[in-house]
């Protein structure tokens, strides 16, 4: 099968040490609003059956970068 599908890094916020759950709650409404948003954008590809969004930090989560992130994967 040819590789299909869509992959996005998802920042969050400036603060490079702080993890979703460190934020103020004001700042992970927005950044939760920002995950709605990425998955609607990708609800109408064809290619596009199933959508996940990860929270990455740390290279104990597998993380590459050492800033926190997430990432939004949308496959077949």
Request: no cysteine.
């Given at each position: 099968?040819?590789?299909?599908?869509?992959?996005?890094v998802?920042?969050?916020?400036?603060?490079?040490?702080?993890?979703?759950?460190?934020?103020?709650?004001?700042?992970?409404?927005?950044?939760?609003?920002?995950?709605?948003?990425?998955?609607?954008?990708h609800?109408?590809?064809?290619?596009?059956?199933?959508?996940?969004?990860?929270?990455?930090?740390?290279?104990?989560?597998?993380?590459?970068?050492?800033?926190?992130?997430?990432?939004?994967?949308?496959?077949?």
């Amino acid at each position: 099968m040819n590789a299909l599908g869509v992959h996005e890094v998802l920042i969050a916020t400036p603060e490079h040490y702080k993890d979703i759950g460190e934020l103020p709650l004001d700042t992970v409404q927005r950044i939760v609003s920002g995950y709605v948003d990425r998955y609607r954008a990708h609800q109408e590809n064809p290619v596009v059956q199933y959508i996940l969004i990860i929270n990455n930090v740390g290279r104990e989560a597998g993380a590459s970068r050492e800033h926190p992130h997430a990432q939004l994967f949308g496959i077949p």
